[in-house]
């Protein structure tokens, strides 16, 4: 959203005022007395006519009166409305400020597009609009013009032998001051204007959604908005300059609103941009519409039996109304919240006894008694009545009060001194009870972590003894089925090799029995015999074992053992 506030502004461009969070636009002032939710800003028009922006703070628009050779910039652009200036002087017998020459295709002096050729005529200006290169001056009137080079057309600010022409984008503001001293401001669009007394001074140029100075709540550190004042030098005698303040220019985050006064009127600004340049309206403060919360000391207090104590106060709360804040004389809800707290509490605490206190660790609503104690029901009654009454004080200031609370006390004077002493001991004997608890605690976890260790170790050697036997077995039953399997194939080996061997004895009985011959046989038995005697060596006598000559054998056999023991006698 954007608002002008002034006593002299000229807008040019769209309408871009939008007003949000529920508050509507307003064309009348706010007495203190009226508390109703306002806005301040009314639409501008998208007509290039400067309109009245405000009856709050409008008092005279000088754009209204007639201004000679002035001209909006339009769709056409600067060429145009610099066409329509320059018509404007030539019908008022004044010169021209569009230079008749055209480019050639010789000269030193180039126009590039989107350059302007800067010339200046005997103190008058004159512009080179066409692009291209041009020839010196004449001779004849040389001394009269001088060459000041070119400048883009698209420029913010061209000033130049009192021709101002002056462009803002969107999000630009220009603070200008006319030939009067009069301030305007000029949003989204632009102007060309010849001064023919004075000057079109153009003070500032302004990025509304960037402004340098930041406004924070000095207690919740909350950003509030950004300003920036513009100020213009005046000459006020021979050695004398000081700057004045000519206009304010505010960015209000969303959620957030400022109040402007003008005399004893007040008006509400929701979010958005804005410029205010009446002198009569300032800026009274900005405000944030969101919760906030804080921790507050309060003063020291009272109990009944006369015991100081010192109470550290937690708030939230949620302005509504800023009207009502500031009606009442309040610039932050701080302010406001403090003294009634403190006055409300002075009572509450007033009727508390300093035994009755000790034992209540807060004064919040989330700690209620069980009803055992005898004052509970009056001390839970204290804290209803503390924060109706602060929610109702609230809402005088158009303050929400969400939450109250006491999260620290401090007990002050010899009797709270002796307390804290006592408390300080009692505390001493708990911490060294929870270090004992502690302790053994820690004893009893390190003794079941050895118990665990151990029990885990066991299972460790458990599954390794497991691993080993069953290694063992493992390994018997495979050297016993091997023993198995080399048997098995032994036997089936020797039976293979005996079966071989009958059936060659067999074959070959077969063959002897086939021969017929008495030769032939006769020298079979002599091919045994030759294998005997190789196989039993030639000193081997062979004795038969049936018949005679197997007596024979023994008789021999019992004449060597005879002869061999004869000998061994001998």
Excluded at 163 to 186: E, G
Excluded at 237 to 250: K, P, Q
Excluded at 557 to 565: E, F, K, W
Aim: include cysteine; proline fraction near 4%; hydrophobic fraction near 40%.
């Amino acid at each position: 959203m954007s608002t002008v506030y002034a006593d002299a502004t000229t807008v040019f461009g769209d309408d871009q005022d939008t007003f949000t969070d529920g508050f509507k636009p307003s064309t009348s002032s706010i007495k203190p007395k009226d508390l109703d939710h306002r806005q301040a800003g009314a639409g501008l028009g998208k007509s290039a006519q400067p309109k009245l922006v405000n009856d709050f703070i409008a008092t005279t628009d000088y754009t209204l009166e007639e201004r000679p050779f002035f001209f909006p910039i339009g769709k056409d652009g600067v060429i145009a409305a610099l066409e329509k200036l320059d018509k404007q002087l030539v019908q008022s017998g004044r010169s021209r400020i569009l230079s008749r020459k055209s480019p050639t295709v010789w000269g030193s002096r180039e126009v590039a597009p989107g350059k302007l050729g800067l010339i200046n005529h005997g103190g008058n200006p004159k512009f080179l609009t066409k692009p291209g290169r041009y020839p010196s001056f004449p001779f004849r009137n040389w001394w009269a013009r001088k060459w000041y080079g070119t400048t883009g057309l698209s420029d913010t600010v061209i000033e130049f032998q009192g021709l101002t022409v002056v462009q803002v984008s969107q999000n630009q503001a220009a603070v200008v001051s006319d030939p009067q001293n009069h301030i305007f401001v000029i949003k989204n669009s632009g102007f060309v204007a010849f001064a023919i007394e004075g000057t079109y001074d153009v003070l500032s140029i302004v990025d509304q959604t960037h402004l340098p100075g930041v406004v924070k709540d000095r207690l919740t550190g909350v950003t509030l908005g950004w300003t920036h004042e513009v100020k213009m030098k005046s000459k006020i005698s021979a050695r004398e300059e000081r700057e004045y303040v000519v206009a304010t220019f505010l960015n209000i985050p969303a959620n957030n609103c400022a109040i402007l006064q003008r005399g004893d009127d007040l008006e509400l600004l929701s979010a958005g941009q804005s410029v205010v340049t009446n002198p009569s309206v300032t800026l009274r403060g900005l405000f944030t519409l969101g919760e906030n919360q804080l921790e507050m000391p309060t003063k020291d207090i009272f109990t009944r039996d006369q015991v100081p104590v010192s109470l550290t106060i937690y708030l939230k709360w949620q302005l509504t109304e800023p009207l009502k804040l500031t009606t009442h004389g309040y610039n932050t809800p701080y302010d406001a919240l403090r003294d009634k707290t403190q006055s409300i509490l002075t009572q509450i605490v007033a009727h508390l006894d300093y035994s009755a206190m000790i034992k209540q660790r807060s004064l919040g609503p989330d700690n209620m008694e069980d009803g055992t104690d005898p004052s509970s029901a009056f001390l839970d009654a204290l804290r209803t009545r503390a924060m109706d009454e602060m929610h109702e004080a609230a809402l005088e200031y158009g303050i929400v009060l969400k939450d109250l609370a006491v999260i620290d006390r401090q007990f002050k004077g010899e009797i709270a001194s002796t307390m804290d002493k006592l408390t300080t001991r009692a505390l001493q004997a708990q911490v060294e009870a929870a270090n004992v608890d502690r302790e053994n605690s820690n004893k009893v976890k390190q003794e079941e972590g050895a118990l665990a260790v151990a029990r885990i170790k066991a299972q460790s050697a458990n599954a390794q003894a497991d691993a080993e036997a069953y290694k063992i077995v493992t390994a018997a039953k495979a050297q016993a089925q091997r023993t198995k399997i080399e048997a098995e194939a032994h036997a089936e080996a020797t039976r293979l090799a005996a079966e071989a061997e009958s059936e060659a004895v067999r074959i070959k009985a077969k063959a002897d029995e086939q021969v017929l011959d008495q030769f032939a046989r006769d020298m079979q038995m002599r091919r045994i015999e030759i294998q005997k005697v190789q196989a039993y060596g030639s000193k081997t006598v062979f004795v038969p074992a049936e018949g005679a000559g197997a007596q024979m054998g023994n008789a021999m056999a019992i004449g060597m053992a005879a002869g061999m023991g004869a000998d061994a006698r001998r």
